[in-house]
C-alpha cells in the first residue's frame, strides 16, 4: 500500500536536465572565478602595502639612528680645538683627527653580489652632557671627578656604571680629555654628589694644557664604544645570512656589528662642504680626497630598500635610481620587486664654519 503510495507521489517528479546542469555550473564556475580574483587582488594589494609600511619603517629606523650620530660629530665637549684635546685612555686613538674630521668612509669588505662602492660609515663624537663637575677645581693628577647628583646621577648610572670597555670625556671650552672610567659611585637617593673614580693614562708626546685643571662647570660625556673597542659608531651593509623565496641572499645595514634593518639593495654616503666640488655640491664618499673629510659640513645618506617577497609587483620592472645627486646610478635587474630610494641630509653642526674660522685665522 505505502509503496504504491509513493509511486504516485513521485509520478510527477524528474531531476536536472543536461542543460541545466550546464548553466548552474557555469554560474558557480563564474562566481568562484569572481572570488577568486577579489581575493588574489586583495592579497596582492596587502602584500604591497605591508612591503611598503616595512620599508618605511626601517628607512625610519636607519636614517633615525644614523642621523642621531652625525648630528653629535666631531662633539667632544664645549668647542675645544683639536689640538686642545687629549687621549688618556690608554686607548689606541688619534682624538685630533677624529675630532678634526668627525665623520670617515671607507670601503668596506668584499661581499658577493654587491659591487665596489660598499661603503663603511664610520663616525666619532661624545653623546650629550651627562654630568657637570661639581668641585671647585678637578686636578688631572686626581683620581675622581665629583659630578652633581639628581637626576644627572641616574644618567652617570646608566652611561657608566658596570660598563668598564666604556670610555668619557672631561671638557670645557678650553681643552678636553678622552680617559676611562674605573668605577662609578651613584648615591642610594640620586640626590647627593656622585663621583667617577678613574686613572689618566699618560699621554706620550701630548705635553700639558695649562694647568691641566678642569674647574666647575666642565662637563662629563659618554663616548660610545662598539664592539671593536674603538669609540666609533660603524654602519656597513652585509649579508645578513639568510634567504628568500627564491634563495637569493637578503642585505642588511649593520650598525656596530649588529643588524639593524633588513632588504638593503644599496646604501650610499655622499659628502659636501666648503671646498667639495662635485654633482649638486656633493660628492661620492669614494672621490673625496684625504685632505677633504676635514672639510665635510653635510653628509648625505641614501639608501635603497626593496621588498623580501620577490614577487610583489604584477610585471617585471627595472626602475631608474640614482644615487648622490645623479652621480652614481645603480643598475637593476628587471624583476617584481617593490623599490624605494630613500635620502636624508644631516648637516654636521659641530663643523659648520670651522673650515672658514680657519681660513680667517691664518
Known amino acids: 500500500m505505502n509503496s504504491v503510495a509513493d509511486s504516485m507521489r513521485y509520478a510527477g517528479a524528474r531531476g536536472f536536465s543536461l542543460v541545466e546542469l550546464m548553466v548552474s555550473s557555469a554560474i558557480g564556475l563564474i562566481v568562484l572565478v569572481g572570488v577568486t580574483y577579489a581575493y588574489l587582488g586583495n592579497r596582492e594589494t596587502y602584500v604591497l602595502n605591508e612591503e611598503m609600511a616595512r620599508m618605511h619603517e626601517s628607512a625610519r629606523v636607519a636614517m633615525d639612528s644614523m642621523g642621531r650620530d652625525l648630528r653629535v660629530a666631531s662633539f667632544i665637549g664645549c668647542k675645544p680645538r683639536p689640538e686642545a684635546v687629549q687621549n688618556r685612555s690608554g686607548v689606541n686613538l688619534d682624538v685630533k683627527s677624529w675630532v678634526a674630521e668627525g665623520i670617515r668612509v671607507r670601503a668596506a669588505g668584499a661581499v658577493a653580489g654587491l659591487d665596489g662602492k660598499k661603503p663603511q660609515l664610520q663616525v666619532f663624537g661624545s653623546m650629550g652632557g651627562v654630568a657637570q663637575v661639581n668641585a671647585a677645581e ?12 639628581g637626576v644627572t646621577a641616574h644618567r652617570l648610572e646608566e652611561h657608566f656604571a658596570g660598563a668598564s670597555s666604556r670610555l668619557a670625556v672631561i671638557s670645557d671650552c678650553d681643552k678636553a680629555y678622552v680617559f676611562k672610567p674605573d668605577a662609578v659611585s651613584i648615591p642610594a637617593d640620586r640626590t647627593q654628589t656622585g663621583t667617577i673614580k678613574t686613572t689618566f693614562s699618560a699621554a706620550p708626546g701630548e705635553g700639558t694644557i695649562g694647568e691641566g685643571v678642569f674647574g666647575r662647570g666642565a662637563q662629563v660625556f659618554a663616548l660610545p664604544v662598539n664592539t671593536a673597542g674603538a669609540p666609533l659608531n660603524i654602519y656597513d651593509m652585509r649579508d645578513s645570512g639568510r634567504k628568500d623565496l627564491l634563495g637569493n641572499a637578503i642585505y642588511s645595514l649593520f650598525h656596530n656589528g649588529a643588524e639593524l634593518i ?14 667639495i666640488s662635485g654633482a649638486h ?6 672621490e673625496v680626497a684625504a685632505e677633504e673629510w676635514k672639510k665635510a659640513e653635510v653628509v648625505q645618506i641614501d639608501l635603497v630598500l626593496r621588498s623580501i617577497r620577490p614577487r610583489v609587483l604584477p610585471e617585471k620592472v627595472a626602475p631608474r635610481i640614482t644615487l648622490c645627486g645623479d652621480a652614481l646610478p645603480l643598475e637593476i635587474t628587471a624583476d617584481r620587486r617593490l623599490r624605494r630610494l630613500f635620502s636624508t641630509s644631516v648637516a654636521l653642526r659641530n663643523k659648520l664654519g670651522e673650515v672658514t674660522r680657519a681660513e680667517d685665522e691664518k
Open 138 to 149: 678637578f686636578s688631572t693628577n686626581a683620581d675622581e671627578i665629583r659630578v652633581s647628583g
Open 262 to 275: 633588513e632588504g638593503v639593495e644599496a646604501f650610499r654616503v655622499c659628502v659636501g662642504g666648503d671646498g
Open 281 to 286: 655640491g656633493l660628492k661620492p664618499w669614494h
